[in-house]
């Protein structure tokens, strides 16, 4: 293992395995399960949602939720920019009813004692319309020009439409939600820090996974004493055995199999096959009773 962090690299660990026959992918699994190179955080999603009340939501719950909470919070802004229009667009009427008779509003602004209530009767005016011509200035009234109030209503009408259809359609609303998204995700998301990886949960390996896969043989004898003989070639019959013992059984597997037993009681045991003593010794061989105490005679292996 080497550490070559530097300025460029904070975090630079090198793993380089002793032997070419180790599967590299097998071993980053296990240091990945069974080290502190990738760490599991349990996160509380409680949270307050539409019902203003805090609940533990999953992922797409909340998701859905904040989506429905920004569809909400455009529509009333969308609704809000509509009515500001929807009035502006009721002064600008009064103020061009008040340009078409320029002379008449003068006089009766300038010698009415209550010009506001002459206004609204005589020319059916609203009491926002008549507020809004009063409050202009005599000298800006004169100045008012017929083609910029008109300009004016065409403008704010073209976006009372696009408004109206945007509020009326939830196929627009979604659009533009979107975009958006969108915009605000390019002008203030930044890259990822760390890569998305997708692979299987990663598992520690065992002490079989790190036995070679080696064929084997394993003997019993008719006394119950177990052990293994590297490949299939073996004479097992004539192997040494101990004295009144001779050979009753054998199979045929691999070093990084388990050896499964069954006993005159129905159950099964197993043992690592790589941990049975050696054909090649004369002394050490396992009794098959060692297995379990409840097992008193090996009637198939």
Same mark, same amino acid.
């Given at each position: 293992?080497?550490?070559?962090?530097?300025? %460029?690299?904070?975090?630079?660990?090198?793993?380089?395995?002793?032997?070419?026959?180790?599967?590299?992918?097998?071993?980053? *699994?296990?240091?990945? &399960?069974?080290?502190?190179?990738?760490? *599991?955080?349990?996160? *509380?999603?409680?949270?307050?949602?539409?019902?203003?009340?805090?609940?533990?939501?999953? #992922?797409?719950?909340?998701?859905?939720?904040w989506i429905e909470y920004r569809r909400e919070t455009v529509r009333k802004r969308?609704? /809000?920019?509509?009515?500001?229009?929807?009035s502006r667009l009721h002064i600008l009427e009064g103020l061009l009813v008040a340009y078409l008779n320029l002379d008449e509003v003068i006089e009766i602004i300038r010698t009415e004692d209550d010009p506001k209530a002459v206004l609204m009767a005589r020319f059916g005016i609203t009491d926002i319309q008549a507020?809004?011509?009063? @409050?202009?200035? #005599?000298?800006?009234?004169?100045?008012? %020009? %017929?083609? !910029?109030i008109r300009g004016e209503q065409d403008e704010l009408e073209k976006e009372r439409e696009k408004l109206e259809k945007l509020l009326g359609s939830e196929r627009r609303m979604n659009t533009l939600l979107k975009k958006?998204?969108?915009?605000?995700?390019e002008? /203030?998301?930044? @890259?990822?820090?760390?890569?998305?990886?997708?692979?299987? %949960? &990663? +598992?520690?390996?065992?002490e079989r996974d790190l036995v070679p896969s080696e064929p084997i043989t394993v003997v019993l004898s008719e006394k119950g004493w177990i052990r293994h003989a590297k490949g299939h070639d073996v004479d097992a019959s004539?192997? *040494? /055995? +101990? &004295?009144?013992? !001779?050979?009753?059984?054998? &199979? !045929?597997? !691999?070093?990084?199999?388990p050896a499964v037993f069954l006993g005159s009681d129905g159950r099964s045991y197993s043992l690592e096959s790589h941990s049975l003593p050696s054909a090649r010794s004369k002394v050490n061989r396992l009794p098959v009773d060692s297995i379990s105490a409840l097992v008193r005679r090996c009637v198939k292996w």
């Open positions: 293992m080497r550490d070559e962090s530097d300025h %460029e690299n904070p975090t630079r660990i090198v793993v380089v395995p002793r032997s070419n026959r180790i599967d590299c992918d097998q071993l980053m *699994n296990h240091l990945f &399960a069974s080290t502190d190179l990738e760490k *599991n955080f349990r996160v *509380n999603l409680n949270m307050i949602g539409l019902d203003n009340r805090p609940q533990v939501k999953g #992922l797409i719950q909340i998701l859905t939720e969308l609704q /809000y920019r509509l009515d500001k229009i929807l507020d809004a011509i009063l @409050d202009t200035k #005599l000298r800006h009234l004169a100045k008012l %020009e %017929e083609m !910029k958006e998204i969108q915009a605000d995700a002008k /203030y998301g930044d @890259d990822r820090r760390s890569p998305i990886v997708e692979r299987a %949960e &990663a +598992k520690a390996m065992t004539g192997l *040494n /055995y +101990k &004295a009144g013992d !001779k050979f009753l059984a054998s &199979a !045929k597997g !691999k070093s990084n199999q």
